[in-house]
């Protein structure tokens, strides 16, 4: 059963313009979201994350945005630059203090030139 | 303060070998996780260990298994290798041994099982 989804494995945008990567759960319990940003070869790296307590959370060109009743999140990036080319993961944990987090499959971003 | 540090960054190995794979935390991090990823299943954890105790353990068999040290330091352990077992291990740490502490990733070892 996955608990995360990320259900487009590859989006390709224009550099300049939105890129928006989506990421379902299904598990209630969630309430702390994390996108991480993986380049080939390299460990993920962390990004920007979201408590259930907000619906907004923005750092510079990221923007997450968490929709708790349609238990969707999703990431926002503004303006779309070529180094911003990577696979992006969704993480989820619940808050009980034991458990881990939970990831996406990822979603291969392209930002053309 | 350097990151994450894993140890060997490649390996190859055949099947029914055995391999320990090394992760070196973040200075003053006590919290270790494993995660394996292979293509098209993002990553799936395997365990974490806090102050040399596993506190959470993933879906694998128990060909799998880890530990940590008293310097925080962690090692992977798989037994009797076999071909599905090929993936990218990446190591974490992080300062607590919570869901919302952010977990900082090595730059993980290639495992490829022949």
């Known amino acids: 059963d996955q608990q995360v989804k990320q259900n487009s494995p590859s989006l390709s945008v224009q550099e300049g313009r939105i890129s928006i990567l989506n990421c379902d759960y299904t598990n209630s319990m969630f309430d702390y979201f994390l996108w991480y940003k993986k380049y080939p070869a390299e460990g993920p790296t962390f990004l920007i994350s979201?408590?259930?307590?907000?619906d907004k959370n923005e750092d510079g060109r990221f923007t997450v945005f968490l929709n708790k009743s349609a238990k969707h999140l999703s990431l926002h990036i503004v303006p779309s630059q070529p180094g911003d080319s990577a696979v992006y993961f969704c993480a989820a944990s619940s808050g009980s203090g034991s458990e881990k987090l939970v990831f996406g499959k990822g979603t291969k971003l392209t930002v053309n030139p | 303060k350097a990151g994450v540090t894993q140890t060997p960054r490649y390996l190859i190995k055949t099947r029914g070998q055995q391999v320990t794979l090394s992760c070196s935390p973040i200075?003053?991090?006590?919290?270790v996780s494993w995660y394996q990823q292979t293509p098209g299943q993002g990553l799936q954890f395997l365990f974490e260990y806090f102050s040399e105790t596993q506190r959470n353990k993933g879906n694998f068999p128990g060909r799998f298994s880890g530990r940590q040290f008293s310097n925080s330091r962690s090692e992977m352990n798989v037994s009797t290798l076999e071909l599905g077992d090929s993936a990218l291990y990446l190591c974490?740490?992080?300062?607590?041994?919570?869901?919302?502490?952010?977990?900082?990733f090595g730059p993980g070892t290639r495992l490829t099982v022949l």
């Open positions: 200075s003053g991090h006590r919290s």
């Open positions: 974490a740490s992080s300062l607590k041994a919570s869901g919302r502490a952010v977990e900082f």
């Open positions: 979201i408590s259930s307590i907000k």
